[in-house]
């Protein structure tokens, strides 16, 4: 057993094993575990179950999934709505088995991060703090400050990296996003 196997965990580069849909970064749900069973083979995961033996969760409306994660005698449990390909929920009468299955899988994903497994994917980041810390930092060529991570205006993650990039391609220089605004306000 690791003295502190959330830093262990949390250390694992997972950026190489990520897909992104929708402006969103997902970990595959195999890799998640075989990476957790890798380093702890006593690893194990749980669906809860609702009172009539189903796999999702209900009010009515829509449904949710609830599943745990268990490391070295430490579970923690994961909530997540049975959603569709825009993540929206699915409403209750339209859910599928396969919708529930899918649901399952992304909420144990979600479940083995709070072990520390590719818990950065849903901080909005793109890489590990240590490796994070180690990349340099870009100016905004306006205003000076340091352009970090940030979010788009419809709430979606937006790394600096992709800051950088897209406000180099549109304005031709590397500009954080209150400047990239000011920029458009020019170009009016």
Known sequence: MTENYFTELNAVDVSSKTEKKNGLTYLSWAWAWGEIKKRHPDATYTVY??????FYHTDGK???VKTGVTVNGVEHIEYLPVMDFKNRSIPLESVTSFDVNKAIQRSL?????RH???????????LPEEMAAAMP???CAD???AIGNSKKRNGE?????????YST???GRALCPACQRKAFQEEK
Do not use: M, N
Not at 109 to 113: G, Y
Not at 116 to 126: T, V
């Open 169 to 171: 391609a549109r304005f």
């Open 49 to 54: 179950e609702d009172r009539e033996g189903r």
């Open 116 to 126: 520390g497994l590719g818990l950065y994917i849903y901080a909005g980041e793109d």
């Open 143 to 145: 205003c000076g400050c």
């Open 137 to 139: 930092k870009v100016a």
């Open 62 to 64: 829509t449904c949710w």
């Open 109 to 113: 994903t979600k479940a083995v991060a």
């Open 157 to 165: 993650p937006w790394s600096a990296q992709d800051i950088v990039d």
